[in-house]
């Protein structure tokens, strides 16, 4: 992991970043209009959602420089952090910058090619648009953790349910979740995916049926939420 005062020594994506689509990983790509996060946009996770915003985030990996920023997420779990697959040594952290935080994002913008940002209380329209020309001129990907005035996409996490308790023991094993995908264009008519977010290994990964609609778990257990279906081993939160 590396501290928001790295920054000077990160290097910058700036103008000369490669326009277009940021990559993910290959669980979100399907429930996403375009297949990856377009540049230079806001993206707005309804809820805060950690494990959508880590999974959202890892697929920063792919791109050349790979660096990415954390601001206002003193809770971030860095563990669960490098399991969904993000390089702690290019994520750059901005623990509790206060009121200003769109100071943070505007200077962090240059610097990095995504950042997941949790503002100090309600965004103000007019502070949305001056970040979002920031984010145009240097096609960072602003993941924001709750609503973002204008954004053009927006994910949320409902229906999920844990793995591995039995009864008042056990270790959780994953969580299975629908994901929520809506905004405008192409987006605007929505898009779900059920996924492990995250799976036994801490990471995105499509949840996979069997011919009879069975949900089944990597060693080939049912773990179908329903009667006489695992429900042993459930959790709802």
Do not use: K
Not at 69 to 78: T, W
Not at 88 to 106: C, I, K, N, Q, T
């Amino acid at each position: 992991m590396a501290s928001a005062a790295a920054l000077c020594e990160a290097g910058g994506t700036g103008t000369d970043a490669g326009r277009g689509l940021l990559p993910v990983v290959p669980a979100l790509r399907g429930v996403l209009p375009e297949g990856g996060l377009r540049r230079g946009t806001a993206v707005s996770v309804a809820g805060g959602d950690a494990g959508l915003l880590l999974a959202l985030a890892a697929g920063v990996r792919e791109t050349e420089g790979g660096w990415a920023a954390a601001v206002g997420l003193p809770d971030l779990g860095l563990a669960a952090a490098a399991g969904y697959g993000l390089d702690l040594r290019r994520l750059l952290v901005a623990d509790d910058p206060g009121p200003h935080w769109a100071e943070v994002v505007s200077v962090l913008a240059g610097a990095v090619e995504l950042i997941m940002l949790r503002p100090d209380g309600p965004v103000p329209p007019n502070l949305a648009a001056r970040l979002a020309a920031v984010l145009r001129r240097s096609a960072c990907v602003l993941l924001v953790a709750g609503p973002w005035p204008g954004a053009g996409l927006r994910l949320g996490v409902r229906s999920g349910q844990w793995f591995g308790l039995g009864d008042g023991h056990g270790q959780l094993t994953g969580r299975q979740v629908e994901v929520v995908a809506e905004g405008r264009g192409s987006a605007v008519r929505g898009r779900t995916a059920r996924l492990w977010l995250p799976d036994a290994h801490g990471t995105a990964r499509v949840v996979e049926e069997t011919a009879a609609g069975v949900v089944v778990d990597e060693a080939g257990e049912d773990v179908t939420s329903g009667a006489g279906a695992g429900l042993d081993r459930m959790a709802v939160v």
